[in-house]
């Protein structure tokens, strides 16, 4: 006698999130959003209100504060009924993280906003293409603020980056757990603190020893940057190389490979990566430097190619004299102080891109 053979178990089908209602256990997708946006227009109706009748115009931080404050109330209250006590916390907390970054936003796209608005006035070709030897009033332009960025930022790399690297090298692979490690440490430290004013000073200094007082040339606003760039360079440079594995380390050992053929052979191109952002970074971070390069490089409204000779314009000092000294009419001062923030953005901004295409390309590739 055979038997039937028992039917399958039917499984439940789990309820779409999207279509999920209030007694499924599951907010809908749509919740949180339609909970934003009623507490959004609730306390924007009141603040309405609020400003027709006292005069005083509608106050947009008081009313994002309130939306907010009154949003994660209600998706926290809502969700603790629907959803239970963990999920609604969460919630909570992701609505807490997400309105730190939104307020971590709004300065970034408020500068980012002006200074475009702003500087697309004399974005044009002769700002790019003249210099403001002899101009008075409107015209000229900053080309040779741009080559004296470009010339003192990139002496200033030449010289911070292999004293930076070979300083990362030493603390990880030689130095780890002697005192000249320690002390080189504890100086790093606090170079990354020291105020831009006082690297320019220093070097300012140092030039006066050696010219004379008075003297201001391209080359020491470099030497003035490269102290602002090498801690940074250290310690960025430290952090990637402590991430490589010291199995590979040991399996270069094990193949006969003495330590200074393994640094470079091993560690620094498993490394690589990281360490151009960090130069990148660097570069970033000083190439907007205004004091330093006052006191050392000075400013001038003519070209100069030469570090070693003269005076040189850099676009951070160029943005001060042109907003600081106006001249007649003050507006075209105004426009070629914005223009030329606006491009220190961009250069910046392409820096930024260089180092990720270039963490990208280099970065170590994983599986077969």
């Known amino acids: 006698m055979t038997t039937a053979p028992a039917p399958a178990p039917v499984r439940p089908v789990a309820a779409d999130p999207a ?91 408020s500068v980012a906003w002006t200074v475009v608005g702003n500087g697309l006035a004399r974005f044009d070709g002769e700002f790019f293409s003249w210099t403001m030897r002899g101009v008075l009033g409107e015209g000229g332009g900053a080309l040779h603020a741009i080559m004296g960025t470009v010339s003192i930022t990139l002496t200033a790399a030449v010289i911070s980056v292999p004293i930076g690297l070979m300083t990362a090298i030493y603390l990880i692979e030689y130095g780890q757990g002697k005192r000249l490690g320690r002390a080189i440490t504890f100086l790093v430290d606090v170079m990354t603190g020291i105020p831009s004013i006082v690297a320019g000073l220093f070097a300012y200094a140092l030039f006066a020893l050696i010219f004379g007082p008075g003297v201001r040339m391209g080359f020491a606003g470099a030497i003035a940057l490269s102290v602002l760039m090498i801690p940074v360079v250290v310690r960025s440079s430290e952090e990637m190389l402590r991430l490589v594995p010291n199995e590979l380390r040991e399996a270069s050992y094990a193949l006969g490979v003495p330590k200074w053929l393994t640094v470079v052979k091993v560690v620094l191109p498993t490394s690589i990566a990281g360490i151009t952002t960090g130069v990148m970074l660097s570069i970033a971070r000083v190439i907007g430097e205004t004091a330093p390069l006052l006191i050392t490089a ?71």
């Open 298 to 368: 000075g400013f001038t409204d003519a070209m100069n190619y030469n570090l070693f000779d003269g005076r040189m314009q850099t676009l951070p000092v160029y943005i001060y004299s042109q907003y600081a000294y106006k001249g007649i009419p003050p507006e075209a001062y105004v426009d070629r102080a914005w223009a030329a923030a606006l491009t220190l953005i961009l250069i910046v901004m392409v820096l930024n891109l260089v180092a990720r295409v270039v963490a990208k390309v280099f970065a170590p590739k994983t599986g077969r």
């Open 19 to 109: 279509r999920a209602g209030l007694t499924s256990g599951h907010l809908p997708r749509w919740a949180p959003w339609a909970l934003l946006l009623g507490s959004l227009a609730v306390s924007g109706a009141i603040f309405l209100v609020l400003g027709l009748a006292s005069d005083a115009g509608f106050n947009v931080a008081g009313w994002i504060v309130v939306a907010v404050l009154a949003y994660l109330v209600l998706v926290y209250t809502i969700s603790r009924i629907v959803e239970g006590a963990r999920r609604a916390f969460d919630r909570f907390v992701t609505g807490i993280v997400t309105c730190a970054f939104a307020i971590a936003m709004v300065p970034l796209v």
